[in-house]
């Protein structure tokens, strides 16, 4: 035998999106003045309600395994919302709760990708994505949209993309990087797609909560019963219940794939955290004030934030509706330079910025966009204001 590694681990790439947060830490760890846009993770302390929650449950020594697809009363908590928030009925035996969204995400590749299976991904796309399905041996198909369109997916694009090995589409919306957030009528043609090329649909929607000023988030599982059966449904508490370090999040699907879900999971980790389980049934069934307040606050970043970056030449971005990201587009800077260093993608832009300004931002290459950075407003707005003008002095000095 050789020592040879794992041909699927040596091709994934880290995610880039942890890996510029915790170069930001590392900075600021040093006392470098760094201001971090990088985090996808709310700035907010997790409600006091559930971290209550959460203490009584080690205080009355609830602290043994579960089930291994979760807690029942947290099934049924998660049922509960799926039908009041969602319009979505999946009974306890269609939900798994896992560690987090990302591995929610992992147990439905799992599930139901065979070798060489092919999934659409609408570009910009979260970066876990890609990685997520090559690892159970999937091939992504990476669609990208359009800034005319808003970046969001249109079926002739998902047309295109289509073949006779198409397994699954990938759909997040609200969305990461961009904030858009699909209508009904848009998630009608995907859906009759799906339908009539029978794929599955694999709908993140773990920023739901976070939609403003009357955007409405809709369910692509909801529309009716055809595109009800083929979707599964991804979300969690990380977003919004600023619980991002609990690790907590669940799947609604089918029985059939509910079951091999459990499977795998059983062998693969067994149940999430006792405790985090208890506390999560507090965040969706006690009181819902704090993520209205939450809300709110992203609301305001997310207004200030766009009049800011307008008001910069050269950088460009759509209105996010969702979520709390922006998506910016830096086209115009390509090809100027930085005290003599080229810019050829955001990544330079992203870099230079961070060394020289202290401000991190994500460049979206990993997204499948490599002239557009990405900005999340879970910082406060202190924070936000003296960010945008650091990047606004950074690009007046680009020639
Ligand atoms: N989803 C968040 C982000 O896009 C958290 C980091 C990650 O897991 O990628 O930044």
């Known amino acids: 035998m050789s020592l040879e590694l794992s041909e699927k681990a040596l091709h994934i790439k880290p995610s880039s999106t942890m890996a ?27 409600p006091a309600n559930i971290g209550e929650a959460a203490k009584k449950a080690i205080d009355e020594g609830r602290t043994k395994y579960t089930a291994a697809s979760g807690l029942k009363e947290l099934k049924e908590a998660v049922a509960l919302k799926f039908l009041n928030f969602n319009h979505l009925v999946y009974s306890p035996e269609q939900i798994i709760i896992s ?35 090559k690892l159970q041996g999937g091939v ?46 848009e998630l009608e043609k995907i859906a009759e797609f799906a339908v009539s090329h029978d794929i599955y649909v694999i709908a993140d929607e773990v920023y739901e909560y976070l939609c403003y000023e009357g955007t409405e ?6 529309l009716n019963n055809e595109i009800y059966k083929r979707t599964i449904t991804v979300s969690g508490l990380s977003k ?29 980790t067994s149940n999430p955290n006792t405790i985090a389980q208890i506390a999560a049934i507090e965040a969706l069934t006690g009181d819902q004030t704090e993520v209205d307040v939450m809300r709110t606050a992203y609301n305001e970043r997310r207004k200030y934030l766009c009049k800011r970056i307008d008001e910069i030449n050269g950088l460009s971005c759509i209105e996010p509706q969702g979520a709390f990201y922006v998506f910016v587009d830096i086209t115009e800077f390509l090809g100027k330079e930085y005290k003599g260093q080229k810019i050829n993608a955001a990544a330079d832009f992203a870099r230079f910025l961070l060394e020289d300004y202290y ?3 994500i460049p979206c290459e990993d997204f499948g966009f490599d002239d557009h950075f990405r900005i999340s407003y879970s910082v406060s707005m202190e924070e936000i204001r003296e960010g945008l003008d650091r990047i606004k002095k950074y690009c007046e000095s680009l020639s």
Do not use: C
Request: aromatic content about 8%; proline content about 4%; hydrophobic content about 35%.
């Open 240 to 268: 919004g219940y600023s619980m991002t370090g609990w690790r907590i999040g669940y799947t609604g699907s089918s029985k059939e794939i509910a079951k091999l879900m459990n499977s795998i999971q059983s062998q693969q």
């Open 359 to 361: 401000v991190a931002v």
């Open 217 to 222: 988030h809709i369910s692509i599982a909801s």
């Open 20 to 46: 510029i947060t915790e170069q930001a830490k590392l900075m600021k760890a040093e006392g470098k003045d760094i201001i971090s846009f990088s985090a996808g993770e709310p700035d907010f302390r997790t």
């Open 140 to 185: 992504p198909i990476v669609v990208k949209t359009k800034k005319e369109n808003a970046y969001k997916l249109t079926v002739e694009e998902l047309e295109s993309a289509y073949t006779e090995k198409t397994k699954a589409l990938v759909l997040n919306s609200p969305n990461n990087p961009t904030g858009m957030v699909y209508t009904k009528e």
């Open 99 to 133: 560690n987090g969204g990302k591995h929610s995400l992992s147990n439905v590749f799992t599930a139901i990708l065979n070798e060489g299976d092919e999934v659409i991904l609408p570009a910009p796309y979260w970066v876990t994505y890609s990685e997520s399905a």
